[in-house]
């Protein structure tokens, strides 16, 4: 059938179709809808409700046909009573020659516009209710048609698939956005951060050479700096990537523990995340992850005598996978005094996972502590 024998409303509602677009802002594409239902049944009046997420009430409406001064006038947008509530209870067509005189009616405020006649339309994304057409007054003074009623529910097929594509878009967008957040934030911990560390490490050599105590006063001074710029660096990094997960910002916190710990530390630890650490870890897994991350870096602040110190918290397939490792003195024939290697022992056993500890190869100690994500 090509344009020529198509039925008019036919044309008229592939026009409408095509008028509502792709690849939009979701605002837009509703906007855009309303236009194309008000168009496509001839209405003067047209609004599209957004339903609330409990489904009981209209969370946003969209109105065309009526200006700015009139909508002040009338004040707050409707909620979703009377007729309007109708759709909302019973999600299917509804078509009425007279508003006034249906026993629903809710009536309208003061400074609202006349409308007769009413055709009500639900619109569904993935079997569930999105919210509703309401197109008022059929120009003409005459009411709507069955052929206007099939069009509208056939606009509202359409619209759905153009609001789940808006939808999908703007996680895509979002996915997007924080992937080149967390590239960025991966590349200044990495590369910044590590070379800042490196450098503060020459300088205390350097420091260790000098004779002159004005010198070695700037060198720690120095030092000191680098410090600080390292916490202004992390407090960036996760700015840039803030987690707005289940386990709360569990980056957040182990880098929380990391600056309670610097003093007993003598050097703020490096922390290596792997994978979705902030999503895929849930909460009663968390909190055990900081209390292991808390007291390997306690133990090692006691007992190692390190000059740094690497915690790296993975994601890998099923498990999360944490390891404190230091390059210190190394554990030799004594283990530390005190119950934290017993703790990590139980909270690996309560996770069902593994512990051990043992000599880091060059030097020093590592902790490893793993645990199933389910």
């Given at each position: 059938m090509d344009a020529a024998t198509r039925p008019a409303g036919l044309e008229r509602l592939i026009a409408a179709i095509t008028s509502i677009g792709a690849d939009l802002?979701?605002?837009?594409?509703?906007?855009?809808?309303?236009?194309?239902?008000?168009?496509?049944?001839?209405?003067?009046?047209?609004?599209?409700?957004?339903?609330?997420?409990?489904?009981?009430?209209?969370?946003?409406?969209?109105?065309?046909?009526?200006?700015?001064?009139?909508?002040?006038?009338?004040?707050?947008?409707?909620?979703?009573?009377?007729?309007?509530?109708?759709?909302?209870?019973?999600?299917?067509?509804?078509?009425?020659?007279?508003?006034?005189?249906?026993?629903?009616?809710?009536?309208?405020?003061?400074?609202?516009?006349?409308?007769?006649?009413?055709?009500?339309?639900?619109?569904?994304?993935?079997?569930?209710?999105?919210?509703?057409?309401?197109?008022?007054?059929?120009?003409?003074?005459?009411?709507?048609?069955?052929?206007?009623?099939?069009?509208?529910?056939?606009?509202?097929?359409?619209?759905?698939?153009?609001?789940?594509?808006?939808?999908?878009?703007?996680?895509?967008?979002?996915?997007?956005?924080?992937?080149?957040?967390?590239?960025?934030?991966?590349?200044?911990?990495?590369?910044?951060?590590?070379?800042?560390?490196?450098?503060?490490?020459?300088?205390?050599?350097?420091?260790?050479?000098?004779?002159?105590?004005?010198?070695?006063?700037?060198?720690?001074?120095?030092?000191?700096?680098?410090?600080?710029?390292?916490?202004?660096?992390?407090?960036?990094?996760?700015?840039?990537?803030?987690p707005a997960t289940s386990s709360h910002g569990l980056r957040r916190r182990l880098l929380s523990v990391g600056d309670e710990l610097f003093d007993a530390l003598g050097a703020s630890p490096t922390f290596r995340f792997e994978g979705p650490v902030d999503s895929a870890i849930p909460d009663d897994l968390a909190s055990h992850v900081v209390a292991v991350v808390r007291e390997g870096l306690a133990n090692a602040a006691k007992h190692a005598g390190s000059p740094t110190f690497d915690v790296r918290v993975a994601v890998e397939a099923d498990r999360v996978a944490v390891t404190v490792a230091d390059r210190g003195r190394g554990l030799g024939e004594r283990r530390p005094e005190g119950h934290g290697l017993d703790n990590l022992a139980s909270r690996a056993e309560e996770a069902g996972g593994h512990f051990e500890i043992g000599a880091r190869p060059g030097g020093g100690t590592e902790l490893r502590w793993l645990a199933p994500l389910v």
């Amino acid at each position: 059938m090509d344009a020529a024998t198509r039925p008019a409303g036919l044309e008229r509602l592939i026009a409408a179709i095509t008028s509502i677009g792709a690849d939009l802002d979701l605002p837009v594409v509703l906007r855009r809808i309303t236009e194309a239902a008000t168009e496509l049944v001839g209405a003067t009046y047209g609004a599209l409700g957004v339903l609330s997420p409990d489904g009981t009430h209209l969370s946003a409406f969209v109105t065309v046909g009526i200006d700015d001064e009139a909508a002040a006038v009338i004040g707050d947008l409707p909620k979703g009573h009377g007729i309007l509530g109708l759709l909302i209870v019973r999600p299917e067509p509804i078509r009425l020659d007279d508003l006034s005189e249906h026993p629903e009616s809710f009536g309208f405020p003061p400074g609202h516009p006349p409308m007769t006649s009413f055709l009500g339309v639900p619109i569904a994304v993935r079997g569930r209710v999105f919210g509703n057409l309401y197109l008022t007054e059929k120009q003409g003074g005459v009411p709507f048609t069955d052929e206007d009623e099939e069009l509208a529910v056939g606009l509202a097929a359409a619209a759905a698939i153009a609001i789940e594509n808006s939808r999908l878009l703007a996680r895509e967008r979002q996915l997007d956005i924080a992937n080149e957040r967390e590239r960025i934030a991966r590349d200044l911990h990495d590369t910044v951060i590590q070379r800042l560390f490196a450098t503060g490490l020459s300088l205390q050599s350097a420091a260790r050479l000098s004779t002159e105590v004005e010198v070695v006063n700037r060198i720690h001074q120095a030092v000191d700096d680098l410090d600080v710029t390292v916490r202004d660096v992390r407090a960036s990094i996760f700015e840039l990537n803030p987690p707005a997960t289940s386990s709360h910002g569990l980056r957040r916190r182990l880098l929380s523990v990391g600056d309670e710990l610097f003093d007993a530390l003598g050097a703020s630890p490096t922390f290596r995340f792997e994978g979705p650490v902030d999503s895929a870890i849930p909460d009663d897994l968390a909190s055990h992850v900081v209390a292991v991350v808390r007291e390997g870096l306690a133990n090692a602040a006691k007992h190692a005598g390190s000059p740094t110190f690497d915690v790296r918290v993975a994601v890998e397939a099923d498990r999360v996978a944490v390891t404190v490792a230091d390059r210190g003195r190394g554990l030799g024939e004594r283990r530390p005094e005190g119950h934290g290697l017993d703790n990590l022992a139980s909270r690996a056993e309560e996770a069902g996972g593994h512990f051990e500890i043992g000599a880091r190869p060059g030097g020093g100690t590592e902790l490893r502590w793993l645990a199933p994500l389910v």
